[in-house]
């Protein structure tokens, strides 16, 4: 549900982007037929029904997911609370997989004017990512302290990064990144808020760890 309502924040923001680009009207000489301004008015409204769809949806998977977790755990409340614990932060690994690589694509292939050498190395660093969130992954399961206390040095890393290049973005708005500012403005703070509460999650799986989850 949120992950959708981080979708509907994008499209919204992405109106204005593509306006200024492709223009309000019909593109002469194209094949289009639909104005520019109907195609990016409809796409917010197509995410905010989907939202709505998500939320009813999502209330009855709630409820499902409380009976599984009863059958599968038991009612040792505190065993169930560290379970909670672990679903969210798995599923934050796979969130900032995903905005990490969605930044990476857009440095890439919308800002053609970015150096080489910045350019390899966020190709590179996708991968990289990945191997990483699954080594947080496979410490997590084993309860290695030693691998979540890596893996926060690298959420530091990766918060630096960020930092860097929201400084960056801002600093070039009117000439390098000034088509996909807005955009990547608010992909940078996503991430940076996302990679906090991760490692916000990571400390609370660390002391969830010898308390029987494992097992």
Same mark, same amino acid.
Not at 106 to 111: A, I, M, P
């Given at each position: 549900i949120i992950f959708n309502a981080c979708f509907l924040v994008y499209s919204l923001i992405q109106i204005s982007e593509m306006r200024s680009v492709l223009g309000d009207g019909v593109a002469e000489g194209s094949s289009q037929t =639909?104005? *520019?301004?109907?195609?990016?008015?409809?796409?917010?409204?197509?995410?905010a029904i989907a939202e709505l769809s998500f939320v009813a949806l999502g209330w009855k998977l709630w409820k499902e997911f409380g009976w599984q977790i009863y059958k599968k755990i038991g009612a040792d409340r505190s065993l169930k609370r560290c379970y909670l614990h672990y679903q969210i932060y798995v599923a934050l690994l796979k969130f900032d997989f995903f905005i990490f690589i969605a930044y990476c694509i857009?440095? =890439?292939? *919308?800002?053609k004017q970015i150096g080489t050498a910045e350019r390899w190395i966020t190709i590179i660093s996708a991968p990289f990512s990945l191997l990483i969130l699954l080594f947080a992954w496979y410490s997590v399961r084993k309860e290695l302290k030693y691998g979540m206390l890596l893996f926060l040095v690298g959420l530091t890393g990766?918060?630096?990064?960020?930092v860097y290049k929201l400084f960056r973005i801002w600093q070039l708005k009117d000439t390098l990144y000034k088509e996909v500012y807005k955009s990547l403005t608010v992909f940078s703070t996503l991430s940076m808020l996302l990679l906090l509460i991760t490692a916000v999650m990571t400390i609370q799986c660390m002391l969830n760890f010898d308390r029987g989850l494992k097992h």
């Open positions: =639909v104005p *520019v301004q109907v195609l990016t008015g409809a796409i917010p409204i197509v995410i857009q440095l =890439v292939l *919308v800002v990766a918060m630096v990064y960020f």
